[in-house]
Nanobody, 125 residues
Framework: QLQLVESGGGLAQPGGSLRLSCAASGSTLDYYAIGWFRQAPGKEREGVSCISRSGGSTVYADSVKGRFTISRDNAKNTVYLQMNSLKPEDTAIYYC??????????????????WGQGTQVTVSS
């Protein structure tokens, strides 16, 4: 059974950076496309970014394009989300999720089978 654990969240100032990690156990991440999602209080969950099994294909939401970068290190069984130029509207709980059925990734949460518990990101001065 695949388990995912997010880390790296915290408090950042506007314009600052954070790097989130999604570490997997119980299975190798090679078989999974990975997505990052976020949910702010009172808002619906939003797909932020995703990366295909091989890492050759990535997708970004318009709201983070040019500021966030997703990457994966299958040898470390970990996927990263580098977040630069953070804005207060990036404040949310960030979740990673894994999809084994599809070769390519999606920012639609409904295709993902496994979810982490989330890590809080707060952007404030």
């Amino acid at each position: 059974q695949l388990q995912l654990v997010e880390s790296g969240g915290g408090l950042a100032q506007p314009g600052g950076s954070l790097r989130l990690s999604c570490a997997a156990s119980g299975s190798t991440l090679d078989y999974y496309a990975i997505g990052w999602f976020r949910q702010a209080p009172g808002k619906e969950r939003e797909g932020v970014s995703c990366i295909s099994r091989s890492g050759g294909s990535t997708v970004y939401a318009d709201s983070v394009k040019g500021r966030f970068t997703i990457s994966r290190d299958n040898a470390k069984n970990t996927v990263y989300l580098q977040m630069n130029s953070l804005k207060p509207e990036d404040t949310a709980i960030y979740y990673c999720a894994a999809d084994r059925r599809n070769l390519h990734c999606s920012t639609y949460g409904g295709v993902y089978d496994y979810w982490g518990q989330g890590t809080q990101v707060t952007v404030s001065s």
